[in-house]
């Protein structure tokens, strides 16, 4: 008992300290190690799978077509995955008022993954990027991703998600919080070595010849001989990694996402994020050799140190109620998030202001959240082997207007 508390202290040492240098990475600019050239202006496609996202869909078709990017050098091409809604309606409507927009359905419902490699063969451009479909966009964000793969050692290349809805609840100011921390702050130190572990599929640029390449992978991926959807956007990043190229996060290619509002599609969707992780930490783990000869040692440590941390810090979770029942009143980790949290108001406050959350219930949630991170973690464990599209299998009422 008393090793592993002294384990799981050590390696929270070293993430603390980790999240500490990514501060000073991100307060003096040192994460910036990519030089842009917006010179290089490349046509881009822009693919859109779609899944029970109703009129939403429009919206953020519309905040593309709108991009400062030379009209004449994108396109989008979005993708229905047989929505039970009428998302696939107002695709169709999208296609009628804006230029340079095709759309098309899927025969059968194929999950994400399978929906952007259609798209991407009905595409011929140089540079890909793949968003989600309940996304805006800011004007520049094209350019700004475009502009970082002007260096030929970077393979593809992220954006920050923001939240649209910051202030609805408890549940959507403590995710703006935890978006904040990890796109602005925790990636800046991936980024300092072009190491991304996992660029978002909200925003997700990536050289065409580097997702061709990617693509059998991606078509054969699998859990034990079982096929799996769900965690592409990192599988995606690690498989560029292995090829060779750098990846990296452009703080100034900005998209906003709308975030559960309620505690059952927050937990549906933490749990389909964390089996993604534990599957791409055991791949990882299974072949560190490989992985330390392609991928610089930080990328390596950000797909282990976490998972290992999350591991053992589960396991005395589940025995400390049995040694001591009262165990759970220690004020630190409410100390550590209380910290945490002044920081993240700070760089808000001066970088983002619309992400800046009127009142932080986070400390609150922060309380009970390390159990539920227990049920989270086991759930995640025992069905490695599923995979959906997450919170859009039932949203769709809301959608329907």
């Not at 300290?17 to 600019?29: E, F, P, T």
């Not at 910290?339 to 108001?345: F, G, Q």
């Amino acid at each position: 008992m008393n090793t592993l508390i002294a384990l799981i202290t050590l390696l929270l040492g070293l993430s603390i300290s980790r999240y500490l240098w990514a501060i000073a990475l991100k307060a003096n600019g040192w994460n910036q190690v990519v030089k842009k050239d917006y010179t290089y202006q490349p046509m881009v496609s822009v693919l859109m799978p779609c899944f029970n996202e109703g009129k939403t869909v429009y919206e953020t078709v519309e905040s593309i077509s709108n991009s400062a990017y030379p009209r004449e050098l994108f396109e989008v091409i979005a993708v229905d995955d047989c929505s039970a809604d009428n998302s696939y309606e107002w695709l169709l409507k999208a296609q009628a008022d804006f230029p340079h927009v095709t759309v098309l359905r899927n025969e059968h419902n194929s999950g994400k993954a399978e929906t952007v490699l259609n798209a991407l063969h009905h595409s011929s451009s140089e540079i890909i990027i793949s968003i989600d479909s309940d996304c805006t966009f800011a004007a520049n964000t094209i350019s700004e991703l475009v502009a970082c793969l002007a260096d030929p050692t970077v393979g593809a290349v992220g954006g920050c998600v923001g939240v649209k809805n910051v202030n609805t609840n408890i549940l959507t100011q403590a995710q703006t919080l935890t978006y904040y921390s990890t796109f602005h702050i925790m990636k800046a130190i991936e980024s300092w070595t072009k190491t991304v572990i996992c660029i978002s599929g909200c925003l997700f640029a990536i050289r065409r010849e580097v997702y061709l390449k990617a693509e059998p992978q991606i078509r054969d991926r699998n859990w034990f001989g079982i096929a799996i959807n769900e965690g592409e956007d990192r599988f995606l990043t690690h498989q560029v990694l292995l090829q060779g190229y750098g990846t990296y996060l452009n703080t100034d290619a900005q998209c906003w996402t709308t975030v559960p509002d309620s505690f059952s599609q927050l937990f549906k969707q933490q749990l389909r994020w964390r089996r993604g992780a534990l599957r791409d930490f055991f791949t990882t783990v299974r072949s560190l050799p490989l992985q330390f000869s392609t991928i610089h040692i930080n990328g390596v440590l950000a797909m282990t140190l976490p998972i290992i941390t999350l591991l053992l810090s589960v396991a005395l979770l589940c025995m400390m109620p049995a040694l001591s029942p009262l165990f759970w009143l220690v004020p630190t980790s409410m100390f550590l998030q209380g910290a945490a949290e002044c920081v993240l108001s700070y760089f808000i406050s001066k970088y983002n202001p619309e992400q800046k959350v009127a009142m932080s219930g986070s400390l609150i949630l922060a309380s009970g959240w390390m159990y539920i991170n227990v049920i989270l973690t086991l759930l995640a464990l025992c069905t490695l082997h599923s995979g959906a599209w997450g919170t859009r299998d039932i949203i769709k009422e809301k959608n329907n207007a």
